[in-house]
T-cell receptor
């Protein structure tokens, strides 16, 4: 079983739709959780960072972490064509190497005008 | 992504040649990380360096790969005798510190170097 599982998609939605992305993980030692957005041939850009279970909202984006179920989600409201990108979940803080990030494979999202 | 500078952005090498990828961290950052993104795969940690020190190279292939972060100049990821399987995007990231749980939101990635081995 991989440490982090993420459905690669692709996911295609109409403009304005609510998008739900998620990851599961197996390592209960992970302490912090992130979502990155990566445009084609670009570097990952941090969207959301969460250090504990619960919800965090930033504009149209909401991140949820359920540590008891080892499940994290990213919701995008009122999706826009500019949201079309690959979304990567990442987690870290395991043991003494809290600098080391473990990524999912990424979900390719297309928002159609 | 602004601030972490990687070059070259694109590099083509023939099998058996050497590839050198460079990374200048964001201003004020003294911790550098290299990640590799193989086709259809997520980013994988390779190595963590501070100035003149390799802190964790647990993700580095045992042969042909090396990394350094000298006192002066950029961090270098060096791949000797490249093979087709080395074709990937190599990302550098930097952070100002690694203490506690806050490190996750202080790591910034560069735009990547795309290596193609022909």
């Amino acid at each position: 079983q991989k440490e982090v599982e993420q459905d690669p998609g692709p996911l295609s939605v109409p403009e304005g739709a609510i998008v739900s992305l998620n990851c599961t993980y197996s390592n209960s030692a992970f302490q912090y959780f992130m979502w990155y957005r990566q445009y084609s041939r670009k570097g990952p850009e941090l969207l959301m960072y969460t250090y504990s279970s619960g919800n965090k909202e930033d504009g149209r984006f909401t991140a949820q972490v359920d540590k008891s179920s080892k499940y994290i989600s990213l919701f995008i409201r009122d999706s826009q064509p500019s949201d079309s990108a690959t979304y990567l979940c990442a987690m870290g803080g395991s043991g003494g190497s809290n600098y080391k990030l473990t990524f999912g494979k990424g979900t390719l999202l297309t928002v159609n005008p | 992504n602004a601030g972490v500078m990687q070059n070259p952005r694109h590099l083509v090498r023939r099998r058996g040649q050497e590839a050198r990828l460079r990374c200048s961290p964001m201003k004020g950052h003294s911790h550098v990380y290299w990640y590799r993104q193989l086709p259809e795969e997520g980013l994988k940690f390779m190595v963590y360096l501070q100035k003149e020190n390799i802190i964790d190279e647990s993700g580095m292939p045992k042969e042909r790969f090396s990394a350094e972060f000298p006192k002066e100049g950029p961090s270098i990821l060096r791949i000797q005798q490249v093979v087709r399987g080395d074709s990937a995007a190599y990302f550098c990231a930097s952070s100002p510190r690694v203490d506690g749980g806050a490190v996750g939101n202080t790591i910034y990635f560069g735009e990547g170097s795309w290596l193609t081995v022909v």
